[in-house]
Nanobody, 126 residues
Framework: EVQLVESGGGLVQPGGSLRLSCAAS????????MSWFRQAPGKGLEWVSS????????YYQDSLKGRFTISRDNAKNTLYLQLNSLKTEYTAMYYC???????????????????WGEGTLVTVSS
């Protein structure tokens, strides 16, 4: 059974940092790209970042480049998202997701994700 379990969210002040983790099980983690999405209160789900299966190629929403860093540890079956210089508008539920196929062309597409975690809440507030 595929499982994705996010952790690391919480309340942080503007300008602060958090590191989100996504523990994966039930599949060969190193064989597939992975993605992060988020959903802010009252808004739709949006793509945040993706990483290829090796961890070498990384992709970010343009507005988040330089603030977020995606990484993975295939030995630990874990995906990470480092959030720096946080803004109040980054308040959202953050989800990790596994695509239906290991194809970098579709890793930003919500409908192309096969499995999702339950999310971890990030609240940025003073």
């Amino acid at each position: 059974e595929v499982q994705l379990v996010e952790s690391g969210g919480g309340l942080v002040q503007p300008g602060g940092s958090l590191r989100l983790s996504c523990a994966a099980s039930g599949f060969t983690f190193s064989s597939t790209a992975m993605s992060w999405f988020r959903q802010a209160p009252g808004k739709g789900l949006e793509w945040v970042s993706s990483i290829d299966r090796s961890g070498i190629s990384k992709y970010y929403q343009d507005s988040l480049k330089g603030r977020f860093t995606i990484s993975r540890d295939n030995a630990k079956n874990t995906l990470y998202l480092q959030l720096n210089s946080l803004k109040t508008e980054y308040t959202a539920m953050y989800y990790c997701a596994m695509p239906k196929m290991n194809d970098l062309a579709i890793i930003r597409e919500i409908d192309s994700m096969d499995y999702w975690g339950e999310g971890t809440l990030v609240t940025v507030s003073s």
